[in-house]
């Protein structure tokens, strides 16, 4: 099984560890697309749109200059589907992203690879 993932963030080197680390807890193979950094929710929501065919998207909770919270309402039913928001406050998770219907939260530390092996617990809390 093979699991394409958009990683909307500006650190880089985040990219590299997501992919290990999916492979090596699920056994999954992991293909991060190579989207480049984004800094703002204007780049995020561009590269969103940008890349379709991704099976889940990996959006941060802040950008060097907003945050997810701009980019939630922009997105299409498909898209919010596809997110997996791994870092920011849980507050502004549950009060903004939740009603848009965003369901996974792991946090930047989480385990989030159980999000994209369909075993977490983000749906239940």
């Known amino acids: ?12 080197e985040y990219k590299k560890l997501a992919e290990f680390l999916i492979e090596e807890k699920t056994g999954i193979k992991a293909c991060v697309l190579d989207s480049g950094a984004a800094y703002d929710s204007e780049e995020a929501l561009g590269m969103i749109r940008a890349y379709p065919e991704a099976d889940f998207i990996f959006l941060d ?3 060097s200059r907003g945050n997810c919270k701009s980019v939630a309402p922009e997105l299409t039913q498909e898209e919010i589907a596809k997110i997996i928001c791994f870092s920011g406050d849980p507050g502004d998770f549950f009060l903004h992203l939740r009603p848009r219907g965003v369901v996974h939260f792991p946090g930047k530390r989480g385990q989030f690879w159980l999000c994209v092996a369909g075993t977490c617990n983000c749906a239940k809390e």
């Open 1 to 12: 099984m093979k699991k394409i993932l958009l990683v909307a963030d500006d650190f880089s």
């Open 61 to 63: 909770g802040y950008f």
